[in-house]
């Protein structure tokens, strides 16, 4: 999976947000435009391409303010459609520079 599609798909507003993302987001106090942002300069740190229906990613970013942010994202290459299954802030005890699992 390649981030731009996800990104391509934000912009041209061809997104599905699940509403376990949706809860999730309210629940960390994440906005839309500040989940979108941290998909824009953040990166893919894990694929999952057995993934079904679709294949799904999981980005880390950062919003403006500087918050960490994972969203977990699957995308459509028919549709050309990108689907927020996910987000959250990560703890920072189960991650390396919120990028790579520590071992537990």
Same mark, same amino acid.
């Given at each position: 999976?390649?981030?731009?599609?996800? +990104?391509?798909?934000?912009? $041209?507003?061809?997104? $599905?947000?699940?509403?376990? /993302?949706?809860? %999730?987001?309210?629940?960390?106090?994440?906005?839309?435009?500040? #989940?979108? !942002?941290? +998909?824009?300069?953040? /990166?893919? #740190?894990?694929?999952? @391409?057995?993934? $079904? @229906?679709?294949?799904?990613?999981? #980005?880390?970013?950062?919003?403006?303010? $500087?918050?960490?942010?994972?969203? *977990?994202? /699957?995308?459509?290459? %028919?549709?050309?459609?990108?689907?927020? #299954?996910? *987000? !959250?802030? @990560?703890? @920072?005890?189960?991650?390396?520079?919120?990028?790579?699992?520590?071992?537990?």
């Amino acid at each position: 999976m390649d981030k731009k599609d996800i +990104v391509q798909a934000i912009q $041209r507003q061809n997104v $599905r947000i699940s509403d376990h /993302a949706r809860d %999730e987001a309210k629940e960390d106090s994440l906005l839309l435009n500040e #989940i979108f !942002y941290s +998909v824009y300069e953040g /990166a893919i #740190i894990e694929n999952y @391409p057995d993934d $079904r @229906p679709y294949p799904s990613c999981l #980005i880390s970013g950062f919003t403006q303010n $500087r918050k960490p942010v994972h969203s *977990v994202w /699957a995308y459509n290459s %028919e549709t050309q459609k990108a689907v927020l #299954i996910t *987000v !959250y802030i @990560p703890d @920072p005890t189960r991650w390396i520079n919120f990028k790579k699992r520590r071992s537990i």
